[in-house]
Nanobody, 124 residues
Framework: QVQLVESGGGLVQAGGSLRLSCAAS????????MGWFRQAPGKEREFAAA????????YYADSVKDRFTISRDYYKITIYLQMNSLKPEDTAVYYC?????????????????WGKGTLVTVSS
């Protein structure tokens, strides 16, 4: 069964850091672009970051660029989102996602698999 399982969410003060992880079931995911979306309270889900199948190419939303870093571990079939300089407006449920395409940008407009999400709360 295809699964994406997130971990690492929690409560952090503004200016702090958190690292999210997403473990995928099945080596098929090593061929797919993977990444993160987020949904703040009362808002629509939005794209945050993606990494291509190889881990060499990344793509970010302007709102997180230069603060968040996405990476992947091929052997663990896991992706990570290192979030630095967190702001209260980063508070959201963060969802892991994957698309049956190799390039990172593809995830920003199409998603084939979703995780259940992990909550990140940034206090001011």
């Amino acid at each position: 069964q295809v699964q994406l399982v997130e971990s690492g969410g929690g409560l952090v003060q503004a200016g702090g850091s958190l690292r999210l992880s997403c473990a995928a079931s099945g080596r098929t995911f090593n061929s797919y672009a993977m990444g993160w979306f987020r949904q703040a309270p009362g808002k629509e889900r939005e794209f945050a970051a993606a990494v291509d199948w190889s881990g060499d190419s990344t793509y970010y939303a302007d709102s997180v660029k230069d603060r968040f870093t996405i990476s992947r571990d091929y052997y663990k079939i896991t992706i990570y989102l290192q979030m630095n300089s967190l702001k209260p407006e980063d508070t959201a449920v963060y969802y892991c996602a994957a698309v049956r395409r190799a390039e990172a940008e593809a995830l920003s407009y199409n998603v084939d698999y979703w995780g259940k999400g992990t909550l990140v709360t940034v206090s001011s």
